[in-house]
C-alpha cells in the first residue's frame, strides 16, 4: 500500500476501523446464543404499533429479566397472551434462538465482504497512482 496518498490511507484505515462494528455485533450476538437461557413470558406483553414488544420472563436462580423481546409480531388482540415461550437473558430476549446465530452469521460474512471489498479497492488505487 505504498503507493497510496496519506490521505488514502487514512480513508482505509477508517473503513477498516468502520468494519469492526458488525463484528461486535456478531460477537454480541453469539454470546447471546451461549449465554442465554429457555424461560416464559411472565404477565402480559405489551407490543407497540409497528414496534418492539415489551415484557417480563424469570431467569433461573429466581432472577427476573425485563426489556424488549426480539421476534415476536402481535395484532392488538393478541396481547393479552402469557407464557410466551422465549430465550433470554436479563434484559433482552428472543422469540427464536436460532435467529442469534443466523444474525451472527450474517454480520461476520457482511464484515468479510466489506473487507474483502475495502482491501480491493485500495489494492487497484495504490497500483494505478
Known amino acids: 500500500m505504498k503507493g497510496l ?3 488514502h490511507r487514512v480513508v482505509l484505515a477508517v473503513c477498516l476501523g468502520a468494519l469492526a462494528v458488525p463484528l461486535w455485533f456478531a460477537a454480541r450476538n453469539t454470546y447471546r446464543f451461549v449465554a442465554g437461557h429457555r424461560t416464559a413470558t411472565e404477565g402480559y406483553v405489551h407490543c407497540d404499533w409497528g414496534g418492539p414488544c415489551r415484557g417480563t420472563w424469570q431467569l433461573p436462580g429466581g432472577r427476573q429479566g425485563r426489556g424488549d423481546i426480539e421476534g415476536l409480531t402481535f395484532q392488538d388482540d393478541e396481547e393479552l397472551v402469557t407464557g410466551i415461550p422465549l430465550y433470554a437473558g436479563k434484559d433482552w430476549a428472543v422469540a427464536d434462538r436460532s435467529d442469534l ?3 451472527a452469521a450474517l454480520e461476520s460474512g457482511g464484515t468479510a465482504i466489506g473487507t474483502a471489498l475495502v482491501l480491493t479497492v485500495a489494492w487497484i488505487r495504490s ?3
Open 127 to 129: 497500483r494505478d497512482l
Open 101 to 103: 446465530l443466523v444474525h
Open 5 to 7: 496518498k496519506r490521505w
